[in-house]
């Protein structure tokens, strides 16, 4: 597969996943995922225009958009010709999709909400208490991160990449040093690879019990939160006994790890698995046997497998909906080769089933680090990077879904580096998945999502 | 449900004994907070916490103020929906182009007296990122600023104290 148009055609058909598309100043790139592979292929476009993939496939629309802020990319045919990520100097002048209708009302919400959480707005059109459409407008956390990257030193970089998105930081500065890798044809010492395969798992774990007490307490259950909160607590402090950093900031870095698990911290992850497997599993009966939180999740926020497929919605949000991935097991990437662990997949699509395949997750990721702490090799920790130029794509499962990361390096800099959240491909359908269910259902459908806001808007 | 509600009660609270009150710098802090704060505002104060450009690393932090380890509320602090009910605004990321006027608004809907943290790097001074042409260099640069808290992210007990100061600074 080589031509803009085999990779469209692949992609309408869907027998390819669009994985990313993004720009620089005179080239638009694709990557598919295509029989188990992923592919890049990079088009010149020399008077920054190119045919729009967004108009036959849907999933692109919101990446043009964003490539066409970013760096005057036009696609050409895209109907949507609103900006996306660049707010203009009127930041309130937008105009939301036109809806008409009787009875019709709408409610603006955010960019400053009502909790601690990031900043976006929703235009929801209701009739009564029910949904009709929900519109997104994203973009308010936008940082400018590409640019940022572009003429970097590798360190400076690697320290951007591993604050685009803080609660994945480990996944971010994971696939940032495997592309830089294998950029420069560099490999990582194995010590270094199976630390930053625990430092995956320990936030896996970390944000998989904070999204099911937020879930709960989103459903006035907050008994599950505050239990839940006292877990985080744990694994955050244990994280921050073994790696010095409560989220495990910098401790990734191209060519290795910066640091070393303390000399207790076999020990200290032992026990917080041991703190895990005893007090997570009564709360597992708690939310399974709490008739009105049930009442509340079961059935609420469905997202069909067909969409979930088409927009190749990555993590439990995909998972809950039948799609069956999971970038540690395709395209896959040591050390998960050498363990064993299952990919829990659902299909029922709704709240529940998103909080069923991350209390799933947990319990992998507790027997994965298990697994690990058993099996830990010695050695080195870190290798001095290659200064050759070259290019280099990663895709890294974190907690939320498969995060890609591009670059392309020269004289030990980075030229130009793309990162894409799996909320590129989540956010719209949370769109779908609210309609037809009532507002006050929204903060348990969305938080069942934990889209974020800072990874999409760069 | 009844089961574990039990346990909470029967047993040893699941919660360290809070945040240790052998340490010193927090019983310091405490009995400040209590002599300035009841001065000031009696014996509580609303925070309203804005995101204006974190990476979400900070909110994850101040999140983690309210759990059973550092439980913010027995201080007399609480978070508040509406900045209409905030004396503080608690600030965090380097404040992009893009929230500049949300930010602005929130202050402007919080009622006087008002105190304005900001809380992490980004915060301060932008963090990693000061240089871009996205963002402002920090909370500063928009609003008045009365405390930072240092930190990328700030720990918990960095914000809590950072908070607690507040108090003191205040005549
Ligand atoms: S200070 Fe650090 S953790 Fe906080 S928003 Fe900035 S980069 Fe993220």
New interface residues.
Partial sequence: MTSWDDAVARLVDGSATLLSLWGEREAVHLALLHEGEVVHLGFACRDGRYPSLGREHPPAIRLERAARDLYGLDPVGLPDSRPWLDHGPEPTAYPFLPVEGEHLHQIPVGPVHAGIIEPGHFRFTCDGETVVRLEERLGYVHRGVEALMQGAALEKAARLAGRINGDSTVAYALAFARAVEQATATVPPPRAVWLRAVMAEIERIANHLGDVGAICNDAAFSLMQAHCAILRERVLRAAATCFRHRLMMDAIVPGGVARDLAPDGAETLRALLHEVRTRFPPLVNLYDATASLQDRTVGTGVLRTELARRFGAGGFVGRASGRDFDARRTPGYAPYDMLTFDVPVLSEGDVNARVWVRIKEITQSVNLIGQMLDRMPDGELRVAVGAQPGEGLALVEGFRGDVLVWLRLAEGRVQHCHARDPSWFQWPLLEAAIEGNIVADFPLCNKSFNCSYAGHDL | ?R???LQGLLHRP??EPPPRIDDPTVVTLARELDAAAQKKLGRSLAIR????????????????L????YDLERFGLR?V???RHADVLLVT??V???????LL??YAAAPAPKWVVAAGACACDG???A?????TAGVGAVLPVDVTIAG??P?PLDLLRGLLTLFVQRP
């Fill in positions: 449900m089961k574990t509600l699941l919660t916490e804005v995101d204006a450009g974190s990476c979400n690393g900070c909110e994850l932090e101040i999140h983690a309210g759990n059973a380890f978070f929906a509406s900045p990321g380097p992009t182009r893009n929230m500049r006027e949300a608004r929130t963090g990693e990122f240089t871009s042409a996205h963002c990328c992210p720990t």
